[in-house]
Protein backbone atom coordinates (compact mmCIF):
# COMPACT_ATOMS: atom_id res chain seq x y z
CA UNK A 1 0.00 0.00 0.00
CA UNK A 2 0.84 3.92 -0.05
CA UNK A 3 1.68 4.10 3.40
CA UNK A 4 1.83 2.40 7.03
CA UNK A 5 -2.49 1.47 7.79
CA UNK A 6 -3.37 0.10 11.52
CA UNK A 7 -6.27 -1.04 12.36
CA UNK A 8 -9.04 -0.20 14.72
CA UNK A 9 -8.22 3.60 14.82
CA UNK A 10 -9.93 3.35 18.55
CA UNK A 11 -10.02 0.44 20.39
CA UNK A 12 -12.33 0.59 23.74
CA UNK A 13 -12.08 -2.78 26.16
CA UNK A 14 -12.71 -3.59 29.54
CA UNK A 15 -9.99 -4.98 31.88
CA UNK A 16 -8.84 -7.78 31.68
CA UNK A 17 -10.05 -8.44 27.96
CA UNK A 18 -7.69 -9.57 24.85
CA UNK A 19 -7.33 -7.29 22.00
CA UNK A 20 -5.35 -7.80 18.98
CA UNK A 21 -4.25 -4.88 17.15
CA UNK A 22 -3.30 -4.80 13.49
CA UNK A 23 -0.21 -3.47 10.82
CA UNK A 24 -0.20 -3.34 7.24
CA UNK A 25 3.05 -2.06 6.48
CA UNK A 26 4.36 -0.72 3.03
CA UNK A 27 4.57 -3.07 0.36
CA UNK A 28 8.21 -4.55 0.49
CA UNK A 29 9.36 -3.49 3.20
CA UNK A 30 10.81 -6.12 5.31
CA UNK A 31 11.28 -4.77 8.85
CA UNK A 32 8.66 -3.86 10.65
CA UNK A 33 8.21 -2.45 14.35
CA UNK A 34 6.05 -1.37 17.32
CA UNK A 35 5.88 1.64 19.64
CA UNK A 36 4.33 2.33 22.06
CA UNK A 37 3.44 6.23 22.81
CA UNK A 38 1.71 7.17 26.53
CA UNK A 39 0.25 10.94 26.64
CA UNK A 40 3.30 13.75 26.36
CA UNK A 41 5.67 10.96 25.99
CA UNK A 42 7.78 9.75 23.25
CA UNK A 43 7.11 6.48 21.30
CA UNK A 44 8.52 3.63 23.19
CA UNK A 45 10.12 0.65 21.48
CA UNK A 46 8.35 -3.01 21.72
CA UNK A 47 9.01 -4.95 18.82
CA UNK A 48 11.12 -5.44 15.80
CA UNK A 49 10.81 -7.55 12.77
CA UNK A 50 12.69 -8.40 10.40
CA UNK A 51 10.83 -10.85 7.73
CA UNK A 52 8.76 -13.22 9.88
CA UNK A 53 10.80 -13.65 12.86
CA UNK A 54 10.92 -11.22 15.42
CA UNK A 55 14.75 -9.97 15.81
CA UNK A 56 14.42 -7.88 19.12
CA UNK A 57 11.10 -7.62 21.51
CA UNK A 58 13.36 -6.56 24.41
CA UNK A 59 10.65 -3.86 24.39
CA UNK A 60 7.60 -5.94 25.65
CA UNK A 61 6.18 -5.06 28.94
CA UNK A 62 5.69 -8.61 30.16
CA UNK A 63 4.08 -11.77 29.02
CA UNK A 64 0.74 -10.20 28.19
CA UNK A 65 2.34 -8.96 25.01
CA UNK A 66 2.69 -10.62 21.86
CA UNK A 67 3.37 -9.57 18.40
CA UNK A 68 3.42 -12.27 15.18
CA UNK A 69 3.94 -11.43 11.62
CA UNK A 70 3.62 -14.95 9.91
CA UNK A 71 3.89 -14.21 6.22
CA UNK A 72 6.08 -11.70 6.66
CA UNK A 73 3.99 -8.88 5.75
CA UNK A 74 1.02 -7.97 8.40
CA UNK A 75 1.59 -7.44 12.09
CA UNK A 76 -0.70 -8.54 14.47
CA UNK A 77 0.20 -6.96 18.06
CA UNK A 78 -1.67 -9.26 20.95
CA UNK A 79 -2.34 -8.34 24.83
CA UNK A 80 -3.85 -10.50 26.86
CA UNK A 81 -5.47 -9.69 30.14
CA UNK A 82 -5.40 -5.77 29.42
CA UNK A 83 -4.96 -3.46 32.28
CA UNK A 84 -5.19 0.11 32.72
CA UNK A 85 -2.09 1.04 32.28
CA UNK A 86 -1.68 -0.67 28.92
CA UNK A 87 -4.03 2.66 27.34
CA UNK A 88 -1.84 4.11 25.00
CA UNK A 89 -1.46 5.00 21.12
CA UNK A 90 0.19 1.68 19.54
CA UNK A 91 2.38 2.70 16.00
CA UNK A 92 3.45 0.76 13.96
CA UNK A 93 6.53 1.44 11.50
CA UNK A 94 8.14 -0.09 8.64
CA UNK A 95 11.12 0.55 6.91
CA UNK A 96 13.35 -0.75 3.55
CA UNK A 97 16.16 -2.72 5.05
CA UNK A 98 17.46 -1.42 8.31
CA UNK A 99 15.83 1.88 7.82
CA UNK A 100 18.64 3.90 6.71
CA UNK A 101 16.32 5.74 4.13
CA UNK A 102 13.64 5.98 7.34
CA UNK A 103 11.04 4.55 9.10
CA UNK A 104 7.11 5.22 8.09
CA UNK A 105 4.68 5.53 10.62
CA UNK A 106 1.59 4.28 10.74
CA UNK A 107 -1.63 6.68 12.23
CA UNK A 108 -1.78 4.14 15.15
CA UNK A 109 -4.36 2.73 17.02
CA UNK A 110 -5.47 4.62 20.58
CA UNK A 111 -6.48 2.16 22.63
CA UNK A 112 -8.05 3.11 25.85
CA UNK A 113 -8.86 -0.01 28.56
CA UNK A 114 -12.08 0.69 31.18
CA UNK B 1 21.35 2.56 28.43
CA UNK B 2 20.66 5.11 25.53
CA UNK B 3 19.46 8.26 26.93
CA UNK B 4 17.63 10.94 24.83
CA UNK B 5 17.28 14.24 26.09
CA UNK B 6 15.07 17.39 23.99
CA UNK B 7 15.20 20.52 25.41
CA UNK B 8 13.39 22.68 25.87
CA UNK B 9 10.02 20.84 26.30
CA UNK B 10 7.94 23.67 25.93
CA UNK B 11 8.40 26.18 23.34
CA UNK B 12 6.35 29.54 22.59
CA UNK B 13 7.53 31.54 20.41
CA UNK B 14 6.23 34.37 17.91
CA UNK B 15 6.04 34.34 14.07
CA UNK B 16 9.06 35.37 12.14
CA UNK B 17 11.36 34.72 15.23
CA UNK B 18 14.06 32.21 15.25
CA UNK B 19 14.88 29.28 17.17
CA UNK B 20 16.83 26.27 18.15
CA UNK B 21 15.76 22.82 19.46
CA UNK B 22 18.41 20.78 21.18
CA UNK B 23 18.69 16.71 20.97
CA UNK B 24 21.80 15.51 23.41
CA UNK B 25 21.97 11.42 23.60
CA UNK B 26 24.08 9.56 25.51
CA UNK B 27 26.21 6.56 23.48
CA UNK B 28 27.80 6.14 20.51
CA UNK B 29 25.15 7.07 17.55
CA UNK B 30 25.87 7.64 13.96
CA UNK B 31 22.23 8.05 12.51
CA UNK B 32 19.49 10.56 13.56
CA UNK B 33 15.65 10.85 13.14
CA UNK B 34 13.71 14.24 13.11
CA UNK B 35 9.71 13.98 13.42
CA UNK B 36 7.37 15.67 13.60
CA UNK B 37 3.43 15.33 15.32
CA UNK B 38 0.87 17.31 15.06
CA UNK B 39 -2.01 16.82 18.03
CA UNK B 40 -3.85 13.58 17.67
CA UNK B 41 -1.75 12.03 14.46
CA UNK B 42 1.12 9.87 13.73
CA UNK B 43 4.57 10.61 13.30
CA UNK B 44 5.87 12.49 10.00
CA UNK B 45 9.14 12.18 8.83
CA UNK B 46 11.41 15.73 8.52
CA UNK B 47 15.03 14.59 8.40
CA UNK B 48 17.33 11.53 8.65
CA UNK B 49 21.05 12.37 9.28
CA UNK B 50 23.20 9.98 8.84
CA UNK B 51 27.06 11.28 9.51
CA UNK B 52 29.27 13.48 11.76
CA UNK B 53 28.31 17.23 9.96
CA UNK B 54 25.50 16.62 8.18
CA UNK B 55 22.85 19.03 7.66
CA UNK B 56 19.36 18.96 6.08
CA UNK B 57 17.20 21.67 5.03
CA UNK B 58 13.63 22.12 4.24
CA UNK B 59 12.05 24.99 4.07
CA UNK B 60 12.60 27.40 7.28
CA UNK B 61 13.59 24.15 8.98
CA UNK B 62 17.17 22.92 9.36
CA UNK B 63 18.71 20.04 11.29
CA UNK B 64 22.39 19.09 11.80
CA UNK B 65 24.35 16.30 13.34
CA UNK B 66 27.63 16.76 15.98
CA UNK B 67 28.56 12.86 16.96
CA UNK B 68 31.74 14.04 18.62
CA UNK B 69 29.13 16.03 21.10
CA UNK B 70 26.55 13.74 20.94
CA UNK B 71 24.30 16.35 19.65
CA UNK B 72 21.41 17.27 17.11
CA UNK B 73 19.77 20.91 16.46
CA UNK B 74 16.81 22.26 14.99
CA UNK B 75 16.89 25.13 13.88
CA UNK B 76 13.42 27.11 13.02
CA UNK B 77 14.02 30.58 11.10
CA UNK B 78 11.44 32.97 10.46
CA UNK B 79 8.58 31.14 12.35
CA UNK B 80 5.40 30.52 11.13
CA UNK B 81 1.87 29.80 12.75
CA UNK B 82 1.69 26.30 10.77
CA UNK B 83 4.84 24.68 12.26
CA UNK B 84 3.20 24.27 15.40
CA UNK B 85 3.57 20.77 16.69
CA UNK B 86 5.40 18.67 18.39
CA UNK B 87 9.12 17.24 17.27
CA UNK B 88 10.54 14.69 18.27
CA UNK B 89 14.33 13.20 17.76
CA UNK B 90 15.20 9.67 17.92
CA UNK B 91 18.45 7.96 17.82
CA UNK B 92 19.37 4.66 16.63
CA UNK B 93 21.75 2.77 18.57
CA UNK B 94 25.38 1.77 17.15
CA UNK B 95 25.17 -1.50 19.18
CA UNK B 96 23.17 -4.40 17.31
CA UNK B 97 19.66 -3.67 18.12
CA UNK B 98 17.45 -2.20 15.76
CA UNK B 99 15.24 -0.19 17.58
CA UNK B 100 15.16 3.94 17.64
CA UNK B 101 15.13 5.85 21.27
CA UNK B 102 12.91 8.64 21.32
CA UNK B 103 13.47 12.07 23.08
CA UNK B 104 10.46 13.12 24.81
CA UNK B 105 9.49 15.88 22.31
CA UNK B 106 9.35 19.39 22.36
CA UNK B 107 6.03 21.35 21.89
CA UNK B 108 6.31 24.05 19.95
CA UNK B 109 3.84 26.76 19.62
CA UNK B 110 4.25 29.87 16.93
CA UNK B 111 1.54 32.97 18.14
CA UNK B 112 0.63 35.30 15.38
Known amino acids: ?114 | ELKVEQNPLFLSMQEGKNYTIYCNYSTTSDRLYWYRQDPGKSLESLFVLLSNGAVKQEGRLMASLDTKARLSTLHITAAVHDLSATYFCAVYSNFGNEKLTFGTGTRLTIIP
Open chain 1, 1 to 114: GAGVSQTPSNKVTEKGKYVELRCDPISGHTALYWYRQSLGQGPEFLIYFQGTGAADDSGLPNDRFFAVRPEGSVSTLKIQRTERGDSAVYLCASSLGSGVWGYTFGSGTRLTVV
